[in-house]
């Protein structure tokens, strides 16, 4: 079983609510997957790099595709590579094991010491993808056909699975994961993750852009809201720009930073008050 005593409290650079702490120790203690949704730009992908910081272990990211299949995570057998070195006479074709590539999946099985293994965006590849894993994600081994090896976890990782929510996840593979919604922050815990990035900022700047920012998030027609990410980007554009406070939402400077697609901005231009 897990190390009871390990906690997750945040990173120097990542805020956590308490509910996102408590989930993320959970399913270490109960060693399962933990599957976490959100909104983009609520901090999903970031959330496993502060649970590596924090726990001081070694962060492997399988960044998944519309074309990545569960195999490509255990492993892939470079038949190309061993009929070319065939052709060219290399020594060492008849060793299969040469040819073997681990994948991310198997990297994090490999490892002597425990990692953290972050499956990024699941819900970007094919149906059948999270069903393909129930087995490895389960007893933490898979099998090598060509080498008749198994690979089983010498120490179970720490899986945090990230999800768009683009397409619904197999009810099978939802019963096997810990699951928590990171709701997009409120204008306190905004406040909080804006004090990890910057320091001394002006707070009539501050102020003036963080009721714009939500302001332009809560006009109806806006397709893509704008996310944390871009709203620090934008903190600092209007910094650099030596922007007044006061003209912020009269003029919505450097909109483009913050909004990313034509049709919005021109709702978000009608909608502006001036």
């Given at each position: ?10 990173s ?40 590596s ?26 038949t ?29 099985f490999?490892?002597d010491?425990q ?16 069903n ?16 008749r090896e ?23 593979f ?5 699951f928590?919604?990171?709701a997009?922050?409120e ?10 990035h ?12 963080m009721d714009?920012f ?5 006009v ?8 944390t ?25 450097y ?20």
């Amino acid at each position: 079983m897990a190390d009871s005593k390990m906690k997750f409290t945040g990173s120097r650079d990542y805020v956590a609510s308490e509910d996102l702490m408590k989930a993320v120790d959970v399913a270490i203690a109960l060693e399962k997957p933990l599957l976490i949704k959100g909104e983009p730009g609520t901090g999903k992908t970031m959330l496993a790099e502060a649970i590596s910081e924090s726990l001081g272990k070694k962060l492997i990211i399988w960044n998944i595709k519309s074309t990545t299949k569960a195999q490509d995570g255990l492993y892939v057998y470079d038949t190309i590579q061993r009929l070319y070195d065939t052709q060219f006479g290399v020594e060492g074709v008849d060793d299969i094991a040469k040819y073997i590539k681990l994948g991310k999946l198997g990297e994090a099985f490999s490892s002597d010491e425990q990692v953290v293994l972050l499956i990024d965006e699941i819900d970007k590849a094919d149906l059948e993808f999270p069903n393909d894993l129930l087995w490895e994600l389960d007893k933490m081994e898979f099998y090598i056909h060509e080498t008749r090896e198994l690979v089983k976890a010498k120490t179970r990782p720490i899986v945090i699975i990230t999800s768009n929510a683009e397409k619904e996840l197999p009810d099978a593979f939802l019963r096997r994961c810990i699951f928590h919604y990171i709701a997009f922050p409120e204008k306190e815990e905004m406040q909080e993750i804006v004090d990890v990035h910057f320091e001394n900022l002006d707070e009539t700047l501050l102020k003036y852009a963080m009721d714009t920012f939500y302001w332009i998030r809560s006009v109806k027609g806006v397709r893509k809201k704008p996310s944390t990410s871009e709203l620090i980007d934008w903190l600092q554009a209007l910094i650099i720009g030596a922007q007044d406070p006061e003209l912020i939402q009269k003029e919505l400077p450097y909109l483009g930073v913050l909004v990313k697609k034509d049709e919005d901005i021109e709702v978000i231009k009608k909608e502006r008050t001036y």
